[in-house]
């Protein structure tokens, strides 16, 4: 458990107190930020992005632009809590990089940027569910959960997403109710 | 104000119809057709069918922020922007423009514009039955319904016949069948399910949703492509709207001049002869107050917004509202609850899919409450509506675990099979759940705010608790796993089938409107949206309002003609 984890953990655990509000606060609420600053994180979100859906046969989240769609959707899109937490967990995760790995995320191998992105998708969310939801609630989805929600969203809702990695049926005219699963059927990607 | 004679005789017509919406179009069109020179007002800008989609046919790549409502958006419009998102918007208020007051938590889904939301509405259509008309009468609770099912079925037929709607014929009574174009087909757990319920209790069944989609060509309109994007308007005609089908048609009579832009604000009460004389309206453009003449007045402006002009429609004859002897209007304000349901998963027919977006779901016509002696916790009953299909991306997303080939592997092919279903439920009226006009605020152009003061009671909660339970136990019957009820316990409005605000009823002391949808107090006043309704039934409205609204032009065009108004 990390510090943050840590103190989150004991912020819950003893409820809203305003002692270990502010207790929590000093070390993650004030810390300053911009999420238009986002835009220079653009080339470790594009990165990030393609390790969570990358390129196989079909196109990866890198060459469907997906990080251009996940900075628009956190600036215009969701609450200052939940760009906190996002830029914070960004943040985060180029810092561990740099005292684990002792170089920046964009210069890590490829198996050294999926040990990072593990080690923060285990991090996120306690193994409880209530406990899961009062932080949700109040300081918005962790970091790898909404990273990869605007991941899976933006890939296939983008138009190489939809039509290559997914099956895309733009005026089906006819509907069929039951029909044979085809060999290596893609999910349709609007419903 | 000064109005000379030519203004006056330029601004007189046969007819003024208040609201283009679904009944509004209707009776615009009815009376048109009739060869009276009618005038249909609408508060908002206009939509032209085709021409004023401009999301119809976007692709989810064209929207930049996804399917996501921007926070802006969403502190603009907090109530609006919990029905629709980006694609739609532009069939919804703006709720900052247009303000109006809850007491209790009570979502006012509005589309101020040529066809209202008959652009945006679920489709549904199913006609009400004698088990409805004569359900008030029966539990002694409220007024009796004027009409019965003979009264009015004739006319069920006449509008179906109309607008187009696809359904399978079931021979029941509590859910008397129509005219039908081809029914939509279901899909293999749909068709499971239906076995089940079948094979378990012979008094339920499954069915095909009944919707205003065209399985075939039909007036010019359709056939539905299966896109299920109806909410942004269809290029293909495929779902009736009042823009797709009567207003046009109106139009062609040569007998309609559209306004829009006309809020209205009052019915002009004449004190000599008894009768509206007409009605007066803010231009929303220039803020002009005008006056319009009329010998009849159809009311179609919704729910609560007629009650909300009937109360702002003051005069000595009538201190507290038009037509208002009974004190009913604004009162029994009712709407369906469909919060309460299940979920469920099923292990079978992984080989099986389905091609196309059919824009329905399927129906568990009502199997509660239909003999007197079922001993229920609650009175009258609730249909159920859902639908089934395999998991796809977005279901799948937040319930993967890891990240990399495997996911996407797994997010980019079909899921196990699922079901969601949910009960719609009859809403008894309540004369505390009312519409009230504000004494201080008002709204941007003077008008009074609204004010809603509306919950779900005890007969809806104790219904509710039935439908969790009963939908949980018919997916386990059927075999589905990871059975989930639940029950949102969504606020008041939030089934988007508000009515009850100028109720019919035989005996004027105790309601509005008489089995004609006549004022009983102002006789060339008729009112057939969904305040009319006396009872709420637990089937989707729009239907019953086209019905009635048919029925009630055919009345006052008689009724006209033979010069009695």
Redesign the interface.
Known sequence: MNRRSYLKNIFIITGIGAVSLSVFKGFELVRPFDIRDLEKKRDVLAELAE????E?A?P?AKSAMVHD?II??MI????PKQQRRFFSGLEDLEEYSLNNYTKKFLNCTSAEK?DI?EYF?LQSGYSNRTLDKIDNKLFGTPFF?KL??LT???F????LG?TK??A??????????????KPN??????? | MYISDKNVRLNTYDAIVIGSGISGGWAAMELCKKGLKTLLLERGRDVKHNQDYPTAMLNPWDFELGFNNTLKDVEMNPIQSIARGPAEKHFYVNDTDHPYIQEKPFNWFRGYHVGGRSLTWGRQCYRLSDLDFEANLKDGIAVDWPIRYKDIAPWYSYVETHIGVSGQKENLAQLPDGEFLSPMELNCIEKHLGDSIKKNDQNRLLTIARVANLTRGWDNRGPCQNRNLCSRGCPFGGYFSSNSSTIPAAMATGNLTLRPFSIVTEILYDEHKKKAKGVRIIDALTNEVLEFYSKIVFVNASTIATAGLLLNSTSSRFPNGFGNDSNQVGHNLMDHHSSAGATGMHEGYQDMYYKGRRPSGFLIPRFKNLKDNENLSFKRGYNIQGHGERQEWMDKANALTGFGKDFKQQLTTPGPWTVWMAGWGECLPYYENQVTLDAQLKDKWGQPLLKIDFSFKENESNMMTDIHDTSAEILETAGFKNVGPFNYNRPGGSTIHEMGTARMGNDPKTSVLNKFNQMHEVNNVFITDGSCMTSSACQNPSLTYMALTARACGYAYDQLKKGIL
Not at chain 1, 51 to 54: D, E, F, G, T, Y
Not at chain 1, 156 to 159: G, V
Not at chain 1, 185 to 191: E, I, R
């Open positions: 390790i969570i859906i990358p196989t079909t990866g769609y628009n959707v215009n899109c969701n609450l999926h992105l998708s959960i990869r929600q899976v969203e933006g296939c809702q983008s138009q939809a990695a997914l895309y049926d733009y005026i089906p005219q006819t509907f069929e109710g039951c029909i044979s699963l059927q893609k999910s349709w990607a609007t419903k």
